[in-house]
């Protein structure tokens, strides 16, 4: 099993300009989450779903659109990228039984915005 | 609001010490969980306790839980070198939102 994997690892973008964060799992979790991680702010959630087709907003969701049309993939978007929003993006899943809370975590995509 | 806050948030202790962090958080929580954070990597899952148990083991690691004071401790006995890493609490108040975690104490373990 590889776990949770994240795509890109590193990315460069230039105010204004979009992109997609690619999250993909191979547990069979029914929940996926996207949080970023900043200095001295800990981990905030951004969106999550709890199954494919459905997302939902997390604490700080402005700036970003989620989808999950496969019960494996969970994509963040950005339409249009700010200097705030340069971050690691974590993405997570778990099981949705209440006895298997456990979030597994993915390697991270730093991003930076210039 | 960050759910959880972590107490210190940095730690600096020899190898063979004992390490306590301490975590508060605001709400009722169903569970609490414990993260750890290796530099440039993802949460790893270390343990979790439910708002029933007043106390854990897994290892090297004890947790703690008092509901009464919306408190919980991680200790890592004899660490290690290896244990180096930034610590997590998260607490997990219910519904779809599940956990929300706090900034973490980094600890150091000189060999």
């Known amino acids: 099993n590889a776990g949770v994997t994240q795509t890109p690892k590193f990315r460069v973008l230039k105010t204004g300009q979009s992109m997609t964060l690619l999250c993909a799992q191979d547990?069979?979790?029914?929940?996926m989450y996207w949080y970023r991680q900043d200095p001295g702010m800990g981990l905030r959630l951004i969106h999550y779903?709890?199954?494919?087709?459905?997302?939902a907003k997390g604490e700080v969701p402005d700036g970003y659109n989620v989808s999950r049309l496969k019960k494996q993939n969970f994509l963040l978007g950005l339409e249009s990228a700010a200097p705030s929003q340069t971050s690691v993006y974590f993405c997570?899943?778990?099981?949705?039984?209440?006895?298997?809370?456990?979030?597994?975590f993915g390697p991270g995509t730093r991003l930076l915005v210039l | 609001s960050q759910q959880g806050e972590e107490d210190p948030q940095a730690l600096s202790i020899q190898e063979g010490e004992n390490a306590t962090m301490n975590c508060s958080y605001k709400?009722?929580?169903?569970?609490l969980q414990w993260y750890r954070q290796n530099s440039g990597r993802g949460l790893v899952h270390l343990i979790l306790?439910?708002?029933?148990?007043r106390e854990k083991h897994s290892g090297r690691l004890r947790v703690t839980l008092d509901t009464s004071k919306k408190s919980s401790s991680l200790l890592i006995t004899a660490s290690r070198a290896a244990d180096t890493a930034s610590y997590f609490c998260?607490?997990?108040?219910?519904?779809?939102?599940?956990?929300?975690f706090g900034t973490g104490t980094k600890l150091q373990v000189i060999p």
């Open positions: 779903s709890v199954g494919e087709g459905t997302t």
């Open positions: 306790i439910r708002s029933n148990e």
């Open positions: 547990m069979n979790h029914e929940y």
């Open positions: 998260a607490a997990d108040s219910g519904g779809y939102q599940k956990v929300t």
């Open positions: 709400t009722s929580i169903n569970n």
């Open positions: 997570a899943s778990s099981h949705r039984d209440t006895l298997r809370e456990t979030q597994y």
